[in-house]
Each structure stands twice: as C-alpha cells, then as structure tokens.
C-alpha cells in the first residue's frame, strides 16, 4: 500500500485546452488532478499530453464513474481499467466519490446519494476494500454534496466516513466546498462537521465555488457547480479546516465555464497563501478547548 | 426498509422520467418530499450529457446556436441514456438523431457536420500507431499491388458529403476561409500527434471508400478511374498515406483478414 503523497500545495484540474500552456510555460502548480475516465481512451493527444505533464508535476488520479456507492456489484472492467492508468502513470493519489452513478447497464453521470446505514456501510466497505485489493493500492473516498436526504438513514454522514476509512483502511477526500452546500442545504453547522470528521485521515482536500437557488419552501439550496472562483465562506472553512490539520493537498475544481489557465493559477496562488500561512502557523492543539 | 437495489431502480427511474413523483422515502431536512431538489439531480444528468454532447460537437452548436443546439441534444439525452462511464463514447449515434429531427432541417448539413465531428473525436482519442508510408508499398512485387487490400489507421474517417463539410468545418476553425458550394469529400486522419481534416479530391475519396470497405486495390482504383479520368492511383496512394489513411501491416488477398 502506498501512502498518499500528493506535495501539500495547491493543485489544479488538467484541462485539455491548457495542455500546451502549461507544458510551455511550467507554473508553479503543486500538483495536476485529471478525471481517470478522461484517459480512458486509446490514444492520442490527451495520453501523450497526460504523460508529458506527469514527467514535470505529481498527479492525482481522480476517478468519477465507479459507482462505489451502488448497491449492486463494481463494474469488473472499469476497474481493470483504472488499474491500467495507474500503472501507466504511477499516481501519487487516486480518488474517488462516496456516491454512486450505475445502475444495471445505465449510467446516469451524475454522483448520486445513499441512505447511511449498517447494510449500506457494509456494502460501501466491501466495494472499497474490491478497489483496493484491485488497484493494488490505497484510496481516497470522498464526502458527497447532496440535496436531499434519506428517511432510512440511521447514521450521521461524517460517522460513516469514519466508519468506512477505519474498517477498509482508506484515507479520505474532504471536499469543503461538499461540506458547505450539503451542510446549506440540510440546515447542518459546516464547521461542526469538519471539526467531527476524522481529519487525521484525510489525505487531500478540494475547494470549488457553488451556486445557489432555493427549494420548493424558498430555502436556501446550493448546487455544487465547480464553475466559479471558490466562495468566500468555503474559504473560510477551508483555513479553519487547516488550522486543525496542517497544510494538506489541495485543489481547486473549475470543470465547467473554465476560464484562462491565468485565472487558476490566480486560485492556486490564493490556496497556496493559506497553505504557507498554516504551515507557519500550525500548531496541531492550539484550538483544541 | 427498501432493498438498496430497489431504492436505487427507483431513484434511477425517476431521475430520467420527470413524470414520475420523488420516489418515497427521499426528503428534505424539513421531512417533506420536495420535487425541486429531487430535481437538482435530474437536471445535473441532463445538463451533464448536454455539455458531453456540447464538448463533442462543437460547430454543430455553433450552427445552430446554443440554445437550439441545447433543446435538441435535450431531446436526445431524454431517450439515450450511456452504456458506457467513459463519456467520450456517448452520443456516438447523435447524426442519425439529428437526420431525423425535424427543426434541424433547415441547416441540411448539420448531420453531416455531427459525422465530421464524431469522426475528429474517434482520431483525437484513437490507438497511437505510425501510419503505413508509401515506402512500404514500394517494397512489394509490384504484380502483386492490384490485389493488395489496405487496413484503414484507427484514427482515419472519411466523410463524403453533397455539402461542402470540410470548408464549413474549416471556416469555424481559423478566420479567412471561403467557403463554397458543392460537394466535399474530406479525410480526418492523426498522420502524427494532431487531427487533422482536410478535403480531398471526390477520385480519391471513392478509390479510399472502396479500400475502407475491404476492396483489393486495383478494383478501388478502376472505380475511381470511372469517377474521373485524371485519377492517378500512385499519386492519391503518396497523398492518402502521407495524410495517415492506412495502418500497417499491409494485408494481402487471401490473408485471415480480407474481407
């Protein structure tokens, strides 16, 4: 099993319209995250591209359609296939979503929610352990923004994560943008869920902006776009998120209305501030009461 | 409580009928049933699909616009659903639908042009191979040339088209492209790291059809001929392979591969 070694720097998301900027001008980027399904093909610009920035820059491999959340069983050869890009590009991290995106032979693109119970805690263990034991080593699984939730649900979401890292033995992705939107949406303290969660697990973090809208009763509902500068209570809960763990691995997400690589290298320049600033000044029990 | 495969066949039904109510059990942190959030989820699989759609044909939204292009590949998305996690698979059938969407009719190329595109995205994304020279060809019995039958490179498409689809695609591309009526027959190929879609002459494209679909090469070539007197087979064989049409290794007839 190898640690998750991803430099404690900020990253950023590998967009195919940037590839030939960055190999020219080399930014100072801490690491690059790619979607393992994007690589998925035969060949081709986005292989050679790909291998040309892994010679330069750590990569997270960041993996969105293995359905690791679904109740029935992990899809055999998408798994050979993550094991393949692995073994091609070494990754120092790979991730991926406690959610689900299958079911039968339809994929639905989208990362969908469960209910937390023991049958589905069991079910989610399983699959992570099949992961493992299949890529060959240990993963990060990701908290889930959600919007709604289940009446079923008989555990708290930051205890099944626990849950799942201590009887698998896998580390996790704390999305605090996630944290925030579900937190929003489902009237929950966002700082009391990162103070609860097991942040000596976790290996990388994401930020992203959000949007907002309201729901059927007019509350607040926000949607988890990954299309804007990251928002300025996410960033708050971000540093106070580092205060307790330190500086970490972090990316910015922008998938959708990417903008100019000048402006995510603006982003990672911001988180690389905070992570600098946390590295001077962390000190792991001053806040603890 | 519910079976998790059977909540999660509800929740899926759901997701892609929006005539279905919030499947029970799904609720907010008032306890209620609230559709406007279910519905965040449906909009995220549509929306999502509709940028896939988006990111893959590129100029056939810019044809038509972004809001038609959105409706339509809407309509689509409605009724195909990915087989496949690997998104650049998905809408591999989107020309058909469009041949046979009705308000598309006014732009009569735009299927063509979701053909063209299709295939930019198969060479873009296809197996790394060098393409077969002409040197190759030189090394053979040359009695034996008629009867060769050449292997089409993964990442090579040929699209011939009454609309002149490589100076339309061409024209989105760069500025100063003029673009004129008439037919166009047009090769997408990968010859090295980039795609590349260049218009080649209506001989040439008939002579590479015929060796796409497994033809011997002097029954493609006599084909040609009958299209048009100037073809020359050993100058549309440099062009072809110098523009990356065929893979190696060369099949001769009678190989396990012949079609």
Sequence with gaps: MQPANLPPRAGLGLKPQHYAEILATRPPIGFFEVHAENYMGDGGPPHRYLADIVAQYPLSLHGVGLSIGGAGPLDRDHLRRLRALIERYRPQSFSEHLAWSSHEESRLNDLLPLPYTPATLDNVVAHVDQVQQTLGCRMLLENPSTYVLFAESSIDEVDFLAAIAERSGCGLLLDVNNVMVSAVNHRLDPFAYVDRFPLHQVGEIHLAGYDETTDAAGDRLLIDAHASRVSPDVFALYTHTLARTGPLPTLVEWDNDVPAFAVLAEEAGIVDAALEAAARRHQPRERVA | ?259
């Design chain 2, 1 to 259: 409580m519910i079976a998790p495969l059977v909540a999660q066949a509800a929740f899926a039904a759901a997701l892609v009928d929006p005539a279905l109510p919030v499947p029970p059990g799904i609720v907010s942190h008032r306890g209620d049933s609230d559709a406007k959030r279910f519905a965040v989820y449906r909009n995220n699989v549509h929306a999502g699909l509709v940028g896939v759609l988006a990111a893959k044909y590129p100029v056939c939204e810019r044809l038509v616009g972004a809001d038609f292009f959105t409706a339509m590949a809407r309509l689509y998305v409605t009724d195909h659903k990915p087989r496949s996690p690997i998104m650049q698979h998905y809408g591999a059938d989107f020309a058909a639908f469009i041949e046979g969407f009705d308000p598309a009719r006014a732009v009569p190329y735009l299927a063509d042009m979701a053909r063209l595109e299709k295939a930019w995205s198969i060479a873009y994304n296809a197996a790394d191979m060098v393409p077969m020279s002409i040197i190759a060809l030189a090394t053979i019995d040359q009695a034996a040339v008629p009867e060769l039958r050449l292997a089409s490179h993964p990442a090579a498409g040929l699209i011939r088209s009454a609309f002149p689809m490589g100076s339309i695609w061409s024209a989105h591309q760069a500025e100063g492209v003029v673009v004129r009526p008439g037919a166009e027959a047009v090769l997408i190929s990968r010859p090295a790291m980039e795609v590349i879609v260049t218009v080649i002459p209506q001989a040439d494209a008939l002579f590479l059809h015929h060796l796409f679909e497994g033809a011997a090469l002097g029954v493609a070539a006599t084909a040609a001929t009958g299209l048009s007197d100037a073809f020359d087979v050993g100058r549309a064989l440099v062009g072809l392979c110098n523009l990356g049409a065929f893979a190696q290794p060369i099949q001769a007839i009678g190989s396990a591969h012949a079609a």
